[in-house]
């Protein structure tokens, strides 16, 4: 069983920055990508950045440049540095990590979600 639980989110202004973290625990063997998608009230859930074990990138083109995604495999910890926030950027944040337990099963988990909120 693993667990992915999200902290960080938060009310800031225009302009203002943020970093969200996710820590996963359980019976972890190891984590491959690991990554940040968010969803806006009435719209769909989409990929905000991603990471791979290797470190290689992907960003969404709304947020390139604004966000950056790091990862802490000591840990088993994967941020999301969010600088010159847009209203846009309002909505809850979820983590994802791809993970294989102790047991070798591979398993896509989920956070429940942290909120995200960005003001004028």
């Known amino acids: 069983q693993v667990q992915l639980v999200e902290s960080g989110g938060g009310l800031v202004q225009a302009g203002g920055s943020l970093r969200l973290s996710c820590a996963a625990s359980?019976?972890?063997?190891?984590?491959?990508?690991m990554g940040w998608y968010r969803q806006a009230p009435g719209k769909q859930r989409e990929l905000v950045a991603s990471?791979?074990?290797?470190?290689?990138?992907n960003y969404a083109d709304s947020v390139k440049g604004r966000f950056t995604i790091s990862r802490d495999n000591a840990k088993n910890t994967v941020y999301l540095q969010m600088n010159s926030l847009k209203p846009e950027d309002t909505a809850v944040y979820y983590c994802?990590?791809?993970?294989?337990?102790?047991?070798?099963?591979?398993?896509?988990?989920w956070g429940q979600g942290t909120q995200v909120t960005v003001s004028s």
């Open positions: 994802n990590a791809e993970v294989m337990t102790i047991v070798r099963v591979t398993t896509d988990c």
């Open positions: 359980g019976m972890i063997f190891s984590i491959n990508a």
């Open positions: 990471i791979t074990s290797g470190g290689s990138t």
